[in-house]
């Protein structure tokens, strides 16, 4: 096994990556200032985004729950690969050759997990392949008979699995994999008489991420002599978490996040049904219920935040079959509405049909008439609820109230809280006093419930519902004092380590002796002086860091991230040679003044020489001063 990648090699893809083009393949950043982007933070579940990149520095920092580092901390917490597979990766997509320190060319793909992706590569190519073959035929039947050409399974990398219990493990095997990594991988099962293929006689779809490696697949049931289940997805992996994907969120991430909407559908052929049909925006849950983490996946890509004036802008819209199932799943995903900043709606198409049948039944037009026609979730819940009594009698009423009220009591705008209690007093046939009176009920009783519940969770605890991360341990930026005196020397910290380039060593160097006043910043200006040999290098803000020690780290860092207070369109170079400058007269005026005291209590007569070298002090810092002014 080769040795580590040079340290040169490390720095020269470091230097080549965009940070937030990395970054955007997960979680939808926009602008936080100039030289700043900022979006929902993929560590901690949050409703106003705190996590922030820069790319000029190659760093992101979230002020919420503390989370730091480049874009190799990025991948590896991400993607949970190390620390080479993740250069590997990045060199990959920058075109760096990459070498090890005893001699020699990164091989590539030495990891477990990288080996793991590696092989579902392989086998999507292979299941591909094979969708031609002529025993594919039952494959390429089922697709024509949903209304899919082989335009649309190319589109969406749809194979076959040949009926064959060893087909894919010779041909990998052949690949150079090995039978553990192809177990690993959960393209093999074992049993009593040995490892076989895991997918046979199937049509295959590849499940992928967000950056369009495939993670896993889903197989469909083509034979009828084939015991197993409809649909057969590949077991939990080191990269395949079924609570964790969402089948067409490589393809619709963009859409999504340009769009300000997502379509939650309920099978593969209904997302390629809406995608064929221009509603490019729909994803579909992998063989389990829409759950906690897919809400959490969906809101970073979707940009999900609060709105001072809404529920925010954006879209998540469900679409439910109208049985029994449908309906427990709608159940399930409004349980979860409040998770969303977003409007959240429902769409059931007409006669039952699944987006699929619809699209083959109407056309086009029909799927998109589905989400244009979709119906808020709250009235799709309530309406629901409703439909369960008799609204003719007072009995009927009187339950129907009780039982619709505690929905409209979880409605958190009040706009549309008020208008509910509206709507519910029309639809239930009562007066708006007595739904308010409900509503007020059902909300003292929740509250009551949820005061049980964090009682019950311990002193201290914020319950078991608590999603939002607790403040960082340690140092922070935005607990600094206010005071005009610390925000310049904040301020100036900031513009000199996210632009070295446009301050300059020269004033770097003499900002470095300038006297601070906030004991905290005073160790980050300790720490670039010890360290202004490399200044801007790439190593230069690791080195500040190293020089003020573990406690003071995340100081430099977030000072290296958090949005510089400059509008958009002026010269940044402008701004931070002004704001360094600022700070350095500042402590030229405090040394004249303490000179000219020291003047002023020196006997001229006693002690000439002390009293013309003060002078000459004096003149040397006004001439500094006056030059920083002229410039």
Known sequence: MAGLIQRSDIDEVRSRVNIADVISDYVTLKSAGVGSLKGLCPFHDERSPSFHVRPQVGRYHCFGCGEDGDVFTFLQKMDHVTFSEAVERMAARVGVELHYEEGGKVTGDQGARARVLAANKAAEEFFIGQLGDPAAEPGRSFLSSRGFDSAAAARFGIGFA???????????????????????????????????????????????????????????????????PKYL????????????????????????????????VEG?????????????????????????????????????????????????????????????????????????AAQTFVAVAPE?????????????????????????????????????????????????????????????????????????AGWVGVDPQEVTRAVRSASSSRKSQAEVRAAA?????????????????GL??????????????????????????????????????VAFSNQTLKVVRDGLAASIEEFGSGRWLDRIAEEVGEDFSGIVHQLAIAPIPEKEGREMSIYCVGVVSSLIRRDLLSKKADLLGQLQRTDQSADPEKYRELQRELMSVEAERRSLISD
């Not at 994999?177 to 490892?195: I, M, V």
């Not at 809400?295 to 469900?318: A, Q, T």
């Not at 004092?481 to 632009?499: F, K, N, Y």
């Open 457 to 473: 969770s311990g002193p201290g605890s914020g319950g078991s519902d608590r999603e939002e991360a607790q403040r960082p341990q």
């Open 233 to 264: 997805n590949t077991p939990e992996t080191a990269v395949y978490h079924k609570s964790k994907v969402l089948y067409g969120l490589d393809l619709a991430r963009r859409d999504i996040s340009k769009n300000r909407q997502v379509v939650v």
């Open 476 to 513: 922070s930026i935005t607990e600094l004092s206010t005071d005009p005196v610390t925000r310049l020397e904040r301020d100036a910290l900031m513009a000199l380590l996210q632009h070295p380039d446009s301050v300059g060593r020269e004033l770097a160097a003499r900002m470095s002796q």
């Open 268 to 340: 593969y052929t209904d997302v390629m049904a809406c995608h064929l049909a221009g509603v490019g925006t729909a994803v579909a849950t992998c063989g389990t219920a829409f759950g906690v983490e897919h809400i959490k996946m969906i809101r970073r890509v979707l940009g999900d935040v609060e709105n001072s004036d809404s529920r925010g802008l954006g879209e998540v819209i469900f679409t439910f079959d109208p049985d029994e199932a449908g309906q427990n799943a709608a159940s399930r995903a409004f349980s979860e509405e409040q998770r969303f």
């Open 162 to 228: 040949p009926k064959s219990f060893d087909s894919l493990s010779k041909h990998l095997k052949a690949r150079g994999f090995s039978e553990e990594e192809l177990l690993s991988a959960g393209l093999l099962s074992q049993g009593d008489r040995g490892s076989y293929d895991r997918f046979r006689g199937r049509l295959i779809w590849p499940i992928r991420d967000t950056t369009g490696q495939t993670l896993g697949f889903g197989a469909r049931k083509l034979f009828d002599d084939d015991q197993g």
């Open 352 to 424: 039952g049909l699944d987006p699929c049948d619809l699209r083959l039944k109407r056309g086009d037009d029909a799927i998109r008439q589905l989400v244009e026609g979709r119906k808020p979730m709250f009235e799709f819940m309530i309406r629901r609820v409703l439909s369960g009594f008799d609204l003719e009698t007072v009995e009927g009423r009187v339950s129907a109230l009780r039982a619709a009220a505690p929905i409209v009591s979880g409605i958190r705008d009040p706009a549309l809280h008020d208008g509910y209690i509206r709507n519910l």
